[in-house]
């Protein structure tokens, strides 16, 4: 059963940073797979963040690019979202997903191909 969860979730002041992560477990790591992050705020459509896949390529969504930076550490089979010079805007429920199709990998705006699984989210606050 493939189960993410995440923390390293908030509240900070603009400009500051965190450092969100989520431990994957309950599936092949040495298979095909895409891991990003989400956001989502009530009441409105989600929205990729960040994401790499096992081919080590990345995507970022543009409001973040320079802003954020995703990794994963294979031997803890965790992934990362650093995430510095926040804004409000930035704000929102954050999900660590996971694409584990035949075709996995990462597409523009910080998406894989097709998120099949995610966790239940971290809450980020950014106040200005």
């Known amino acids: 059963q493939v189960r993410l969860v995440e923390s390293g979730g908030g509240s900070v002041q603009a400009g500051g940073s965190l450092r969100l992560s989520c431990a994957a477990s309950?599936?092949?790591?040495?298979?095909?797979?895409?891991l990003g992050w989400f956001r989502q705020v009530l009441g409105k459509e989600r929205e990729g963040v960040a994401a790499?896949?096992?081919?080590?390529?990345?995507a970022y969504a543009d409001s973040v690019k320079g802003r954020f930076t995703i990794s994963k550490d294979n031997a803890k089979n965790t992934l990362y979202l650093q995430m510095n010079n926040l804004k409000p805007e930035d704000s929102a429920m954050y999900h660590c997903?996971?694409?584990?199709?035949?075709?996995?990998?990462?597409?523009?705006?910080?998406?894989?191909?097709?998120?099949?699984?995610w966790g239940p989210g971290t809450q980020v606050t950014v106040s200005s």
């Open positions: 997903a996971a694409d584990l199709s035949l075709n996995a990998a990462v597409t523009a705006h910080g998406n894989c191909t097709d998120f099949g699984f």
């Open positions: 309950g599936y092949r790591y040495s298979s095909r797979n895409c």
């Open positions: 790499m896949d096992s081919d080590g390529m990345t």
